[in-house]
């Protein structure tokens, strides 16, 4: 599965973004997917993840109650909806795919870069 996302910018604290992550190539449906961030001169961290069929959705504490992941299976894209920024939640921001029964994350998109002003 290929994956492209989009979305990212510069927005001033407080604000909000929607990332999309559209994929192409095997069938989306079937594959759990993840959003990932890497700060500048951080390690890549877990954002959130949601199910195959999108029942079950994982978040890191640093951002539960502020975002959001969802898929549209129909559309073969998963979003990543992020309100009230702050500063610390500027990084790249990565969708990544692993099949059901997978435990790691085999497919990656090229990041997109976000940018939280204070």
């Known amino acids: 599965v290929q994956l492209q996302a989009s979305g990212g910018g510069l927005v001033q604290a407080g604000g909000s973004l929607r990332l999309s992550c559209a994929a192409s190539g095997r069938t989306f449906s079937s594959y759990d997917m993840g959003w990932f961030r890497q700060a500048p001169g951080k390690e890549r961290e877990f954002v959130a993840s949601i199910s195959w069929s999108g029942g079950s959705t994982y978040y890191a504490d640093s951002v539960k109650g502020r975002f959001t992941i969802s898929k549209n299976n129909a559309k073969n894209t998963v979003y990543l909806q992020m309100n009230s920024l702050k500063p610390e939640d500027t990084a790249v921001y990565y969708c990544?795919?692993?099949?059901?029964?997978?435990?790691?994350?085999?497919?990656w998109g090229q990041g997109t870069l976000v940018t939280v002003s204070s």
């Open positions: 990544a795919a692993k099949g059901r029964i997978a435990t790691v994350y085999a497919y």
